[in-house]
């Protein structure tokens, strides 16, 4: 059996996200959610993901760090409904650096993102990926999500010319 000493995952640190962090989980980001991942992704991943969530809130973008490195990191957020009674929890990003997935990474910081989410109040937390994103879908299942909902996504690509086809009408 091979040695880990020394593993990125030995003495995983789940902790929030500081300003110096911004860049290292830019480029996490970067390496998974890339158009392979979702090539219509209707939410791309760019610095626009991280610097609103950083700026309203901070205590839900949180960071592993293992042997001095950034392993990932989750993005979240709260949202209020008019009229509901209920506070809800959105799971915005969640990213594990490819090599280290599968490994409890992703695990520990959704136990500590659904922690927080919990003491602020919120009773539902929310996650979306990708109808055939089978590995996502299989995570968020073991941490106990359920009621899988599929969605219709539509794109329509403007740069390439546009042809109207005939509808069907009978009658």
């Known amino acids: 059996m091979p040695s880990r000493r ?3 995952t030995d003495k995983l640190q789940v902790r929030e996200m500081t300003i110096d962090d911004l860049s290292e989980v830019f480029h996490i980001g970067e390496e998974i959610f890339t158009a392979d991942y979702s ?3 209707y939410r791309t991943w760019d ?4 610097t609103p969530l950083f700026n309203s809130d901070s205590e839900l973008c949180l960071v592993a760090e293992g042997a001095g490195k950034l392993l990932g990191f989750a993005l979240g957020t709260t949202v209020e409904k008019h009229n509901s009674p209920w506070k809800y929890g959105y799971l915005v990003w969640l990213g594990v650096r490819r090599h280290l997935q599968q490994g ?13 989410m919990r003491e602020q109040g919120v009773r539902m937390i929310i996650i979306d990926t990708a109808a055939d994103n089978k590995a996502g879908i299989d995570f968020f299942r073991k ?3 359920g009621n899988v909902q599929k969605h219709v996504y ?3 690509n403007l740069s390439r010319p546009h042809r109207r086809k005939p509808e069907n009408v009978d009658g």
Do not use: D
């Open 104 to 116: 409890g990474v992703g695990a520990a910081l959704f136990a500590e993102i659904k922690r927080r």
């Open 143 to 145: 941490q106990g999500f």
């Open 154 to 156: 539509m794109t329509l």
């Open 6 to 8: 020394n593993h990125p």
């Open 47 to 50: 610095e626009y993901e991280i």
């Open 39 to 41: 090539p219509s992704l």
